[in-house]
């Protein structure tokens, strides 16, 4: 079979020079215990902005405005369950935010809100998923 194309949306959310990221869960398929921005696939004739919103909100509690777009790049993985190969376009979007009383959903451990030498620390240690990398690292 061919490989499957979708769409992912995440979102790089500044609040007070801090950058949120998730922690996935320690039991989780792919990346377990790597730090991530908020996001997930978009639904079938959903919208994408619509889609950040309700996966920034699942996610996070945070009701999010959309400033810009930051980057799209591409993250192939196989899907768990199906074992399928799938070809994701991300699109990496800006979003602010106006609290950071941040309530995280089962799908992950831990939030954190850091700074840019944070995130950059993180980097190189390999803290974060790769598509996060990818995603932070414009070329």
């Known amino acids: 079979m061919a490989n499957m194309w979708g769409l992912t949306v995440r979102g790089?959310?500044?609040y007070q020079d801090k950058i949120l990221l998730l922690k996935l869960r320690?039991?989780?398929?792919?990346d377990a215990e790597r730090w991530e921005f908020p996001g997930g696939k978009v639904k079938k004739g959903e919208f994408f902005d619509q889609a950040l919103k309700r996966e920034y909100l699942e996610e996070t509690g945070l009701e999010i405005?959309?400033?810009s777009l930051y980057n799209v790049i591409q993250?192939?993985?196989t899907?768990?369950?199906?074992?399928?190969?799938?070809?994701?376009?991300?699109?990496?979007?800006?979003?602010?935010?106006?609290?950071?009383?941040?309530?995280?959903s089962e799908e992950h451990d831990e939030y954190g809100w850091f700074s840019?030498?944070?995130?950059?620390?993180?980097?190189?240690?390999?803290?974060l998923t790769s598509a996060a990398i990818n995603a932070i690292l414009k070329d």
């Open 26 to 30: 320690s039991k989780s398929a792919h």
């Open 79 to 104: 899907a768990c369950k199906s074992n399928e190969k799938i070809k994701s376009i991300q699109l990496i979007m800006k979003v602010s935010c106006e609290s950071d009383d941040v309530k995280i």
């Open 65 to 67: 405005d959309i400033e």
């Open 75 to 77: 993250y192939d993985y």
């Open 116 to 127: 840019k030498k944070e995130v950059s620390e993180m980097i190189q240690n390999e803290s």
């Open 12 to 14: 790089i959310c500044e």
